[in-house]
Structures are given as C-alpha cells and as structure tokens.
C-alpha cells in the first residue's frame, strides 16, 4: 500500500476587516491594487479580495496599505552586507515604499546588483533617490557586479556549507506605513487639500480619521499632515467634497490650521461653526436662502 505524506498549505493571503474599502461604501482607496505587479487584487461593493492563483507574494502591497489589512503575506527576505542590499538573482523587485524603511531601519545607503539584472532595477533605485533627496537623506549608490560564478562539479553539491571569508545578512523590513511614520517622524508622504469655500464644517473627516490627521477643536482647523496614510476616508465622506488628498512627498513638515467661528442662525436657531466671524445663517438655511426656500 503506498503512504502519502499530508502537506499543510499555507493559508492564502487575505484582506481583513480593517480595509478601508470593507468599512466605507464609497472608499475610493485602491493603494494595493496600484502597486501589484500582476492584478490580483480586485474591489466590490463594500469588499476587497486577493486571487491567491495570481499572487505571487512579493509583498508590495504591505508598504503600502494605509491600514495594514492584508494578512498572511510576509515581506521578502532580503541580502545586505556593508550597508548595500545585494542583488545577486532575480528576486522579486522591491517597492520605493519597502526601500525607504530599509534605508532607516538597516540604515542601507547602496545598492550591489549583479549585471544582468541592473537594468530591472534602475527605475526603482532612480524613484528613490528622488524621494531621498526631497527628504534630505544621502541617495543610494550603485554598484554594479558580476553574476556570480556557477559551480557545477559534484564537490560543490557536497560542500554547500562551505565558509564565506565575508558572509552576507539577511533580513526583512517592518511593514505599513505606520511602520514609516515612525521612521521618518517629521516627514510628510501625502498632501491634505482643503476648499474652504465649499466646506460646511460638519467634522466627518475629522471623526473618519483613524491616524487623528485631521482635529476640529478650539476653533482650529488643524490638517496633520505628517500622521496621514492616504486612507482617503475623509476625501469620501466630507460633505460636499471639499478635501482632496494626493500623493505628496514633504521635509519637516508642519501642521496647517484654518481658524473657523461660533455663530448661530438667525433662521433656525441652531449653532454652527462658520469660516467667517460674522455669519447669520447656518449652511443648511443659506441653501435654503439661495433656492428661494427662505
């Protein structure tokens, strides 16, 4: 009778409850479809799935999730020696995002790449020494290499432990951009728009905001730039749409506050905040007001 031997798989990557896209119906969040190589990840109404027949695990989508809601995805171990990440065979490419936190957690400033793959990698390391300088950090230096000789005689298929005069760490790098927030704590990655003319001050973006990017308090307006992930939440339920949030890479940023008033409505009698100090009706009787309602 044959034996078979019972393998385990692995469980299949997943998109949890905290994605944004799960909680928002109208979340127009789509950061880990935007940098996956190969498609996998799809969104419906209220849902966002992984195609495990696709996924190919290179880990992109993990640095840049804003909520860190994708499981059982781990990053690619990675080879550094002397402050260079070495590129020696074709692994999966890696992301700007997953090379800003090597650059602050290995304190990696270079690149060795072996020849034939130099040129897969030129885009991504010429990505990164933008957002390096912007941020006032040393850029990476490239160092090309020769692929490494392969030894094919039966001593090497014996000897596979043999020492390295200087061997190579491996290693794998925090996830999520909370992860580079904390890196890079007074730099900035995403710039928050805000319309003041057609803002009604309502707070939503404020209480939508789980990284606390947006305060309404004490007549402040404030946008904390430095603690956005890019979530886009408020960007979806400020009513009308008065904030607007982009991709923005920023040194040292500062938190921009608007300053807004206590009024309260001649018509309705109701308080409300309002942009200027001296305002008489509340948004919802000035509407009322402009289609002759009033």
Not at 231 to 240: I, K, L, N, T
Request: net charge negative; hydrophobic share 35%; charged share 20%.
């Amino acid at each position: 009778m044959r034996h078979f031997i019972r393998m385990d798989l692995p469980p299949e990557p997943i998109i949890n409850d905290k994605c944004v896209r799960k909680r928002l119906k109208n979340s127009v969040c789509d950061s880990c479809s935007q940098v996956c190589p190969v498609g996998a990840i799809s969104f419906e109404t209220m849902n966002a799935t992984i195609d495990n027949q696709l996924c190919y695990q290179c880990g992109n989508c993990l640095f840049s999730c804003p909520v860190d809601a994708i499981e059982n995805i781990s990053p690619h171990e990675r080879t550094y020696h002397n402050n260079h990440l070495v590129i020696s065979h074709d692994e999966p490419l890696a992301s700007v995002e997953e090379l800003l936190v090597w650059h602050k957690q290995y304190q990696i400033n270079g690149v060795e790449i072996a020849e034939p793959l130099v040129e897969k990698w030129l885009p991504v390391l010429a990505a990164l020494n933008i957002q390096l300088k912007t941020l006032q950090e040393p850029i990476w230096q490239l160092v090309v290499t020769q692929p490494p000789e392969i030894d094919s005689g039966r001593r090497s298929l014996f000897f596979r432990q043999k020492l390295d005069e200087n061997p190579l760490n491996k290693g794998q790098v925090r996830t999520g951009l909370n992860a580079r927030k904390q890196l890079y704590p007074q730099d900035s990655w995403f710039h928050i728009e805000l319309d003041v003319s057609s803002c009604i001050l309502c707070g939503a973006c404020a209480k939508v905001c789980d990284e606390q990017a947006i305060l309404i308090e004490e007549n402040q307006f404030i946008f904390d730039e430095k603690r956005c992930t890019g979530c886009m939440s408020c960007q979806v339920v400020g009513f009308p749409k008065s904030i607007e949030v982009k991709s923005q890479v920023a040194k040292n940023n500062q938190p921009t506050v608007y300053h807004y008033y206590d009024a309260q409505c001649e018509k309705c009698r109701l308080a409300f905040l309002s942009w200027q100090p001296n305002a008489h009706l509340c948004p919802i009787c000035a509407q009322h007001q402009k289609q002759g309602w009033l």
